[in-house]
Antibody, heavy 120, light 110 residues
Framework: EVQLVESGGGIVRPGGSLRLSCAAS????????MTWVRRVPGKGLEWVSA????????GYADSVKGRFTITRDNAKNSVYLQMNSLSAEDTALYHC?????????????WGQGTAVTVSS | QSVLTQPPSVSAAPGQRVTISCSGS????????VSWYQQFPGTAPKLLIF???RRPSGIPDRFSGSKSDTSATLAIIGLQTGDEADYFC???????????FGGGTRLSVL
């Protein structure tokens, strides 16, 4: 079964840091780009960051640029999101998603998400 | 504010047809493929439509997508109570160099 399982979320104070992890299984991880997407409670989806298959190309939303870092370890079938200088605006459910090989590269596999709450 | 604009909610009776609109601009919908996602409360989003109008394996043909200029539409025919969910459109934005989504539309099957 193709699966993505996130971990590492939690409650953190403003200015703090968290590292999210996503473990992939059921497919050849190194063949796919990976992305983090977040959903703020009561709001829509927001693209956060993406990394290509070999980790040499990354992208970030303006809202997280300079604070978040995406990396991957193909040997461990995992992708990570290091989040620094967190603020209340980063409170969300963070989903790890697979960039499909379909036309337009939509996100075809989603993890259930890991919740991040930034609060004092 | 989401880059793509969707109605907050739509509703229709079982068996009827409903459409959900997604409005953007030339930097996103106008020059990139649109995808649609379905999300039930407490679950992860599911890919319904990609490449504007294509369906992944396993998605019923009751779901269809279309696009014209800078707007896209998801249509669902033969509505079922099990279709009650949130629906999101998404695409790439070349100006923002980021994937963008609509704010989501809550479908109620009355």
């Amino acid at each position: 079964e193709v699966q993505l399982v996130e971990s590492g979320g939690g409650i953190v104070r403003p200015g703090g840091s968290l590292r999210l992890s996503c473990a992939a299984s059921g497919f050849t991880f190194g063949d796919y780009g990976m992305t983090w997407v977040r959903r703020v409670p009561g709001k829509g989806l927001e693209w956060v960051s993406a990394i290509n298959w070999n980790g040499r190309s990354t992208g970030y939303a303006d809202s997280v640029k300079g604070r978040f870092t995406i990396t991957r370890d193909n040997a461990k079938n995992s992708v990570y999101l290091q989040m620094n200088s967190l603020s209340a605006e980063d409170t969300a459910l963070y989903h790890c998603v697979r960039d499909s090989n379909y036309l337009g590269s939509p996100f075809d596999v989603w993890g259930q998400g890991t919740a991040v709450t930034v609060s004092s | 504010q989401s880059v793509l604009t969707q109605p907050p909610s739509v509703s229709a009776a079982p068996g009827q047809r409903v459409t959900i609109s997604c409005s953007g601009s030339s930097s996103n919908i106008g020059n990139n493929y649109v995808s649609w996602y379905q999300q039930f409360p407490g679950t992860a989003p599911k890919l319904l439509i990609f490449g504007d109008h294509r369906r992944p394996s396993g998605i019923p043909d009751r779901f269809s997508g279309s696009k014209s200029d800078t707007s896209a539409t998801l249509a669902i025919i033969g509505l079922q109570t099990g279709d009650e969910a949130d629906y999101f459109c998404g695409t790439w934005d070349g100006s923002l160099t980021a994937a963008v989504f609509g704010g989501g539309t809550r479908l109620s099957v009355l």
